[in-house]
């Protein structure tokens, strides 16, 4: 018994065996409407996180144009660490670009695992100053309200700044878990993929 | 030329080979049917971005190997073992024997892809597909003689797989 004995012939080669024969008019027409429909919908989701972000804009701006000095700069930091949030967010948890599922095997895989990688080197360049936006921004908002009632800066301070802390653990732990749900598998199959290569 | 034309003049072509590749990673049962679909949605979303770099069939190979690769992985299902026969209403004996061990072979040989590593599995699948070790380098990305040296090794294993189980019938 060889390898060989297996070529074609031994395989079923339609998915439905149908008699409109492969590439058929009628077959390759119904593949091509499901097709723009799941287009569509990917289309439709795109509109969703765009209209998020202006609604997101448009609420906030309205604060942000009536505050005085200090107040804007804090709610034009928090519109902008929003924005560019959900920006980032929404480029970086994209699927895998179907584009690279053409690249040789070996090259498609090194570019998935660098794309289904968490929190890479360069994601961290962007999420550090994102948050130092979002935080100076909430933090002066912040200690400007709550300066009514206490003249104790610094308290106010520590308060603000072990509150963002914990969120931001919070939200980094929800987030790899996710990704781990998501992603988890995928990642271990390319390594394992990757390490059979290599042998 | 419209993307339309363009992906029915692919599917064409190449739609009985993308089905065997895929029955070759996946038994010829629901996995597999779902990988087909999916690299038809992947062919079609961007086929207007072939520029010919290689060969049309090269490019759908490369997307059918990388879309199974990683299909597996996102559904758990297990892969079937069994392939379907046509069954008649009764058959002589000798022919009997014959199919017995044509479904043996099949088994066998579903068993073993199972077992392979997903870029031995794609080796396989197109190496059966008669594609000479420069075109699966292509494919793969890996160099030819890692081609070669990797489908011997495949090549003596499911001989040896077969003789422990079978002998050497």
């Not at chain 1, 074609?8 to 009628?26: A, I, L, V």
């Not at chain 2, 971005?49 to 060969?55: D, I, K, S, V």
């Not at chain 2, 392939?83 to 022919?95: G, I, L």
């Not at chain 2, 489908?151 to 003789?163: A, D, F, L, V």
Request: overall charge positive.
């Amino acid at each position: 018994m060889e390898l060989d004995d297996f070529k074609k012939g031994r395989q079923p080669d339609t998915p439905s065996g149908g008699t409109s024969g492969p590439g058929g008019n009628s077959e390759a027409g119904g593949i091509i409407e499901s097709f723009r429909s799941h287009e569509n919908k990917q289309r439709r989701k795109v509109l969703y996180i765009v209209t998020a972000l202006i609604a997101l804009g448009i609420i906030y701006t309205p604060i942000f144009v009536r505050q005085n000095d200090i107040m804007s700069i804090g709610y034009g930091l928090i519109i902008a660490g929003f924005l560019l949030g959900a920006v980032y967010l929404y480029l970086a948890y994209k699927p895998l670009p179907g584009s690279i599922y053409s690249l040789p095997m070996a090259d498609f895989l090194n570019k998935a695992e660098n794309k289904l990688k968490f929190m890479k080197f360069t994601d961290w360049l962007i999420v550090i100053p994102l948050l130092l936006v979002l935080g100076t921004g909430g933090g002066i908002v912040f200690i400007v309200r709550l300066s009514r009632y206490t003249a104790n800066f610094s308290l106010l301070l520590v308060i603000w700044v072990i509150f963002f802390v914990l969120l931001v653990i919070f939200a980094l732990h929800v987030s790899r878990k996710d990704w781990q749900k998501e992603h988890g598998e995928l990642l271990r199959e390319i390594h394992r993929v990757k390490r059979s290569i290599k042998n | 030329m419209k993307r339309d034309e363009l992906f029915r003049e692919a599917l064409e072509e190449n739609q009985k080979m993308i089905f065997r590749v895929c029955c070759r990673f996946f038994g010829p049962g629901e996995n597999a049917k779902d990988a087909y679909q999916d690299i038809l949605l992947k062919i079609w979303m961007n086929i207007e971005g072939f520029r010919g770099e290689c060969q049309l069939k090269t490019w759908i190979y490369r997307i059918s190997v990388n879309v199974c690769i990683t299909f597996r992985s996102k559904n758990k299902r297990k892969s079937s073992l069994f392939v379907p026969f046509s069954e008649p209403a009764y058959r002589v004996p000798d022919e009997e024997k014959l199919l017995e061990d044509e479904e043996n072979k099949l088994l066998f040989f579903r068993k073993f892809m199972d077992e392979l590593s997903g870029a031995d599995k794609a080796l396989v699948s197109l190496y059966l597909e008669d594609l000479d070790t420069r075109e699966m380098s292509r494919i793969t990305g890996l160099s030819e003689s890692n081609v070669r040296v990797r489908i011997h090794r495949i090549k003596s294993e499911i001989k040896k797989q077969w003789e422990v189980e079978y002998g050497t019938r």
